[in-house]
């Protein structure tokens, strides 16, 4: 799962989709403004949440970023927690690909031949750019249409010229989206970065499958690094199955915004729905298409994404990926408007039967009949005279095919030659049904694949988690989740103290070996300054050592209430708070608080 | 960190380089019957630790491997406590990247010119061969000599042809081994597949040394991919700092198998050294290369390698990188020989200054004396009569130039006119030392980096974990630590029951809500059985429910002795033990524990 992380930059530097209508002029200064103070406190060099990647070089490669500590660590946690999210509590199949690909996997998947953007070229200073973007900026601006109306050969027909040189452009031509290499000293064997980690799925199905005692359905999962030469790679993940789900019944009740295909029109919005309801009446197609969309929900408002700011939006037909019969999108809005995070795409057998055909190995499931089914066949009967009379030495060969078609097959035959004017005799009569017996039936399993762009959600998160206390816009606060918080802890010595100090050192050395994730501050400033200083990097919890030598006391960010906790249980009770086995609000009562008007704890 | 297992399967496909003489052929043929029944282990599909990728099509790129669900748990595991070994417990600062990098920083770095392998062609198939390893074969085989005696050159002199084709060979030619692509639609800007993770974090210096308080020494750290196009890519990991240690007392009296350069000739082995007495006696060069060789000791045998077959050899003066100042490698004895799976470099300021050179940007530190220091500067004063009349119009330059040469250089350019015999007339003499005051040193910080690679060291792993039970051959168990074992528990009922069920359903139930991974089998095979397919997967608790309504059993998988625990303790108790807070030694007080020997739990 290593990284999407890769374009998190992309996500930042480049406009994500936006699907609503564009904002007013006023909502979105704010939003700017909003974005500015956020941005400024994530990438200062004090904070380094993230930072652009190769800055001492002009590389021109641009709106790439890095993480830096706690944005590695918060990502780390995320992943974790997606891990405990998915791959435990739903009991998935995790497997680990290598991310250069072979080009043979990739023709199969339908990625070299149709994973392209339309470009179109700067025809005097040779710049590209999208053509869909060009559209879509010129119909915003200029016609106030619907993008959809339009297809990009309008760019000649509207005289659209290149931005900012107003250069003639191009005809639009196809751009593959992956990144090509070549594997091997020879050069003779092309490969390509992988556009999606789930080709590495579909191309184990059949171990995958064996490994699960060859049962349907299952769910297998893939994290990691998927490359896209213009766009946002995601994380992928997928479940192989029949389209009914054991657990549905867990998020039925679940209710959040939608917006469905049809609902999707100027002035429209999404609406809150039952998810259960959402399925009866068909605007979510299956069960298992809904359990996911629910545990989506689940997982990315445990991340802390506001419930009011994520809706599901359904994919209109000509958004859709080449492979993808259905697909809806987590969209969660940020100050770039409704950007979508994760997709949840039915693939239908797209994959699988692709891989098959390519690779000669079929990729398919049996299902085992409980008591053996009798089926009605219908019998073809050449009429061997007829047949005997006009094709003489080829009659056998005749009769094999004929007899060899199945009834559609059969049909489709004596359709085409009928429209011909060319059935002059009868070849064969339809006999009797036959009764068959079958055992089992062989098919080419379905897949709903939920994909997570992890960049995104994070960028997400750190909007959906910023705010400053109201008596002073200067302090910064990211109100983390404690299970997703980079630094779970700060411990420190009330005031400058040899005995405070010893007692914090041993705390934080405690909490290390424990795996909680902690620092100690030991710097002369007020500790409304320490406070302040944690608070901008979303630490949850703060310890802190004073003349009681056998409590310290833990401050809690948002609150800002206290509660004593006696020294030997401090480890303990922070990494429960820490990792979700117990919250602040469970240890009221054990541990009384101290509110936060109390006592003065800033600067 | 993803995936140094990319290239698992160059590990166990490729030979990898073995430093010691060929073992022989009773040793070997033991070996790879061994290795031939751990692989098979691993790779069975009821298994499936890892499996060749893209198996289902011959795409002409073998030895790349996936993991399955067992060793992506695992590879998971292993990587969690490298962060908490490294990054949590040493306070690293940690960068995450990305893969694809643009041509210029690869360039400073060296790579682009020098990262290659020599290669050969065979003249006519085209198939490469790696020169040095084609030569290496021909020495061992044929003329029993050290391989490090001989250049490529002499595979022309040899006549030594292509294996398998028996045709002529090309000259050898360098190839690097960096996957290149191109970044943008444009094609114009060159970029490569990082070839190492280091490179991320040099680049970023200045920032990571600013949020550090610009304070030396701090250490920073990146998991993640590498690419090469031949060899293993390994984790990246490194410290920027000067040689002292903070930390160095930790680990000065380990003792363990060390092979110093000097000591590495025919017939020689390894021998065991107090890590301080090595520093001492200068076969370590520096506090911070031992700290960080007994560092990974620790890290390794945490994770199971066995003492007797890890040693830290030092690198022979013609083995190492082109930025390497001296590098120890942490080799490990598996099947395949000793295998080279961490490498710690020192790499001086080899990078810091090439990265300073080509940006334009100063990566420096400072280093503010507590009071300012005098120093001593000699003086040049040119003799302006002399230089006026030898150079006239010049005059002025010449002073100049010799009023900014400090002393070494002025020295040089004397020493090299005085060979030249062209000094003929005294163009300036050396004034008086001039005292000046300096408050600060400036200068490009050394790096020690150790970097891992993953992928082998797992596979060393799971050959050094592998037993089969001294009763039966056929019962093979994985004796993985806990902390990193994939499935840290089983849960079944003691025989198909009900009650039992709903028992062991419930605590698979909480263990999965702790974040403990967990196995539920309800089938109906024997207790013997299900716990002989439970060691096979390296699990190292199952927990049986039976008729006692208010406990439940535990067994270890090793001594096979149990324990009975209450119900509602158990999942904690399993908790601490697989997270490496309690020992099954600790707990022996508190749970005495039913020997294996009286009770029966074969098959």
New interface residues.
Partial sequence: ???T???L?KTLAEKPTITEPQVGDLKSSSSSVFRKKVVNTLTS??N?FY?P?????D???SG?Y????P???L??NVL?LW??HFI??ENM??????????E??LQASGHVDKFTDL?V?DEIT???HRADHLLKDFCNEKLNKELNLLSTEKIKEYGIVAPVTKNPLSDPYP?NLM????????G??R?Y?RPETAQ?IF??F???Y??NGNKLPFAAAQ???A?R??ISPRQGLLRVQDKSHPRYSEVEDLEFLMFPREEQGPGKDAVILRLGDAVTNGTVLNETLAYFIGRVYLFLTRLGISKERLRFRQHLGNEMAHYAADCWDAEIECSYGWTECVGIADRSAYDLRA?SE??G?P?VAHEKFSAPREVEKLVIIPVKEELGLAFKGDQKKIVEALEAMDEKEAMEVKAALELQGEVEFRVCTLGKAEIKKEYQRVFTPSVIEPSFCIGRIIYCVFEHSFYTRPEDEKLNVFRFPPVIAPIKCTVFPHVQNKDYEAVAKKISKSL?A??V?NKLDTTGTTIGKRYARTDELGVPFAITADDDTTTVTIRERDSRDQIRVEINKVVRLVQDLT?G?RTWADIQSEYPRIPFKKINDLP
């Fill in positions: 799962m290593d990284s992380e890769e374009l930059g060099a004090k380094l930072m990647s190769f800055k001492i070089y590389s021109g490669v790439l890095d993480y830096g500590p944005g590695c660590a990502k780390s974790a891990r405990q435990l509590e199949l995790e497997v680990d690909c290598p991310c250069i690909t072979p043979v996997v470009m070229k040779g710049a590209c751009f990144f090509q290499t070549s594997i091997g000293p020879s003779a064997v490969g970065m590495g191309v184990n059949k171990d995958l064996y490994y994290i990691g690094q490359f030469n213009e891989h390519k690779s190995i990729l290390t424990a795996g994730s990792n086995v």
